[in-house]
Nanobody
């Protein structure tokens, strides 16, 4: 069974940086997509970034382009989210997600939707102070 474990959340001042990590188990076969979503209290779960595990294709929400970078460490089965120039509106509970499909295939845009992902981590809190 796939297991996802996030780490790296915390409290940071506006303009600062954090790096989130998600360690995935049992994702060594097939084509996979790894994604990051975030959810603030009273808000819908929103797409942040995604990466194709096999080919490294990346996708970003407009709100984080130029500030966040998603990357992979294949040897450690880990996906990273480097978050720079953090803003108070980035405050949310961040979730790592995975699916056994190339969600970017055929320009479908499926990576954007939380419902596309089968596996989810427990999340980690990111708080950005003003």
């Amino acid at each position: 069974q796939v297991q996802l474990v996030e780490s790296g959340g915390g409290l940071v001042q506006a303009g600062g940086s954090l790096r989130l990590s998600c360690v995935a188990s049992d994702l060594t076969f097939g084509t996979y997509t790894m994604g990051w979503f975030r959810q603030a209290p009273g808000k819908e779960r929103a797409f942040v970034a995604a990466i194709n595990w096999s080919f490294g294709s990346t996708y970003y929400a407009d709100s984080v382009k130029g500030r966040f970078t998603i990357s992979r460490d294949n040897a450690k089965n880990t996906v990273l989210l480097q978050m720079n120039s953090l803003k108070p509106e980035d405050t949310a509970f961040y979730y790592c997600a995975a699916d056994r499909h190339n969600l970017g295939g055929g320009n479908s845009g499926r990576y954007y939707y939380a419902t596309s992902y089968t596996y989810w981590g427990q999340g980690t809190q990111v708080t950005v102070s003003s």
